[in-house]
């Protein structure tokens, strides 16, 4: 099999990145959309989440095939290599991240609108790891380490959010049993907003590894007391 000019090594290349960013737009997309239920109380809304879900596999697929063609045909090294294997890595998150919003919306479904009152606080914590996916793929997109480090950095802010939600919503439950079955499909769709945030954490991770050809050496900041909260 002969291996691919370099323009047309070139344009594979960028057939990737575009590949990745409307993966990206769409995880973005759906992360909105759950989010905009939630706050609104629109089923309706999270069940078009579960409608686009297949595209996230879509998308994967697209890039897992570019992936192997760059790598069988022209055998990159250095950055290029990098690039290409972190794209492999970044689209895995971004097809999970999007089974998590699809969960979420599962959930949303099932409350039927019945949102408790802690519910602005779950929007607020859904916004913020929307954000860091946001801007996750931003920095990757520009190769700016200086905003992958950023995002990186929040997942503490992002874990004493949910810690601090997480006692909320237990107190709120305790105060009365009947809220105890809608509390804990809350609960579930605060754990999934916390597991965007450490794969949005990741992307932020690869994006380095790109630029810098290492690993971040930096230990990860985390701060989910919920394993060993006490009320």
Request: proline share 3%; glycine share 4%; net charge negative.
């Amino acid at each position: 099999m002969p291996n691919l000019t370099r323009r047309e090594y070139q344009d594979e290349l960028s057939r990737l990145r575009r590949l990745l960013a409307e993966m990206g737009e769409l995880t973005v997309r759906q992360l909105g959309i759950a989010f905009d239920a939630a706050e609104q109380a629109l089923p309706r809304l999270a069940a078009q989440v579960l409608e686009r879900e297949p595209e996230a596999d879509r998308l994967e697929h697209e890039v897992d095939g570019l992936v192997v063609r760059l790598i069988a045909l022209q055998q990159p090294v250095a950055r290029d290599l990098r690039e290409i294997l972190a794209a492999l890595r970044i689209a895995n998150e971004l097809e999970r991240i999007c089974d998590h919003a699809a969960n979420m919306s599962t959930r949303l479904i099932a409350l039927d609108a019945r949102l408790v009152e802690p519910a602005r606080s779950l929007v607020k914590l859904g916004r913020f790891s929307t954000a860091m996916v946001q801007d996750a793929m931003r920095a990757f997109a520009t190769s700016d380490d200086a905003l992958a480090q950023d995002v990186w950095g929040r997942d503490r802010q992002l874990d004493e959010m949910y810690t601090a939600f997480y006692r909320e919503l237990i107190t709120y439950m305790m105060e009365d049993v009947r809220r105890i079955a809608q509390g804990a499909h809350i609960l579930f769709i605060a754990r999934d907003i916390e597991r965007v945030g450490d794969r949005a954490t990741n992307i932020a991770e690869m994006s380095i590894y790109r630029t810098r050809g290492v690993p971040l050496g930096e230990e990860r900041p985390k701060a989910d007391a919920t394993k060993t909260l006490t009320l």
